[in-house]
Antibody
Framework: QVQLQESGPGLVKPSETLSLTCTAS????????WSWIRQPPGKGLEWIGY???????NYNPSLKSRVTISVDTSKNQFSLKLSSVTAADTALYYC?????????WGQGTLVTVST | DIQMTQSPSSLAASVGDRITITCRAS??????LNWYQQKPGKAPKLLIY???NLQSGVPSRFSGSGSGTDFTLTIGSLQPEDFATYYC?????????FGQGTKLEIK
C-alpha cells in the first residue's frame, strides 16, 4: 500500500523559496511518475508538475519560471521548490503518485506565505 | 490551457437519488477525463479515470461517460458518504487542469 507524506515549513516569507519534500513508502520512487498539486484555501485544484525518477520533468507554465521538482532515489523522496513566493502561493500542497491521474495522495501540507 | 467547466457548481439531493454532474472541456480531450471526490480536510480521492474506468475499491454506483468535450459523472443511488465536492480533471495535455468543483449537499 502506497503512502505519501509531505513535509516542510508551514510558513514562508514573501519573496523567499517554498521547499517541500514528499516521502514515499510502499512504492519505489524509481518505478513511477510523481506529481505535485496545490489547492488554495476554499478553492479548486491546480496542477504544479511532475517528475520521473530519471529526472525528466514537466511544469505548469504559469509557475515554470519559479518551480523546480527533483527526486532523490536514495531516500525514496521527491521535492518541490517554488521561488519568489507571494500570498497567492498560500495553499494546501499535495504530492501524488503517477503522471496523468492520481490514485495515491499525501494528506497535504498547508503552506502560508506571510511576514 | 484547456479550461474545464463543471455544472452545476452546487447540487442538493437526497439519499437514494440518482444524480449527474457534467464536465465540459474547452477543446477536445478524447477520453482523457478523470473524476475525484473530496471531503473536507481530506485529499481528493480518484473515482474514475479515462472517462469510464472505475478505480479499485470505488462502489459501482459511480459511473462515467462521454468523449470529446462533454463528460458526465453519475451516482446511481446516493449514499450518505457521497456528499462531498467532486472535481473533473483532464489529462490530455499539460498543463493538466481541473474543473472548479461541484459541491453535493444533502437536501
Amino acid at each position: 500500500q502506497v503512502q505519501l507524506q509531505e513535509s516542510g515549513p508551514g510558513l514562508v516569507k514573501p519573496s523567499e523559496t517554498l521547499s517541500l519534500t514528499c516521502t514515499a513508502s510502499g512504492a519505489s520512487i524509481s518505478s513511477y511518475y510523481w506529481s505535485w498539486i496545490r489547492q488554495p484555501p476554499g478553492k479548486g485544484l491546480e496542477w504544479i508538475g511532475y517528475i520521473y525518477y530519471s529526472g525528466s520533468t514537466n511544469y505548469n507554465p504559469s509557475l515554470k519560471s519559479r518551480v523546480t521538482i527533483s527526486v532523490d532515489t536514495s531516500k525514496n523522496q521527491f521535492s518541490l521548490k517554488l521561488s519568489s513566493v507571494t500570498a497567492a502561493d498560500t495553499a494546501l500542497y499535495y504530492c501524488a503518485r503517477d503522471r496523468d491521474y492520481y490514485g495515491n495522495w499525501g494528506q497535504g501540507t498547508l503552506v502560508t506565505v506571510s511576514t | 490551457d484547456i479550461q474545464m467547466t463543471q455544472s452545476p457548481s452546487s447540487l442538493a439531493a437526497s439519499v437514494g437519488d440518482r444524480i449527474t454532474i457534467t464536465c465540459r472541456a474547452s477543446q477536445t480531450i478524447s477520453s482523457f477525463l478523470n473524476w475525484y471526490q473530496q471531503k473536507p480536510g481530506k485529499a481528493p480521492k480518484l473515482l474514475i479515470y479515462v472517462t469510464t474506468n472505475l478505480q479499485s475499491g470505488v462502489p459501482s454506483r459511480f459511473s462515467g461517460s462521454g468523449s470529446g468535450t462533454d463528460f458526465t459523472l453519475t451516482i446511481g443511488s446516493l449514499q450518505p458518504e457521497d456528499f462531498a465536492t467532486y472535481y473533473c480533471q483532464q489529462s490530455y495535455r499539460t498543463p493538466y487542469t481541473f474543473g472548479q468543483g461541484t459541491k453535493l449537499e444533502i437536501k
